[in-house]
């Protein structure tokens, strides 16, 4: 697993609304972020945050 900085990890958790957040919502910040969606989806991970809604299985 890649190193989350604590700056991706506070993004996924400011945009989890009750612990979860949609895929087009994770894929949107991978895109701000700049970085790969699988650091998103492992940052969910990390701070037990759901993605829900997914639309391609990419988490």
Request: glycine share 6%; net charge positive; proline share 3%.
């Amino acid at each position: 697993m890649a190193e989350l900085k604590p700056e991706i990890l506070e993004a996924v958790r400011r945009a989890a609304k009750e612990g979860r957040i949609t895929c087009t919502a994770a894929r949107k910040l991978a895109v701000e972020l700049g970085v790969a969606p699988r650091l998103i989806g492992q940052a969910a991970d990390v701070l037990k945050i759901r993605i829900r809604e997914c639309e391609l299985g990419c988490f």
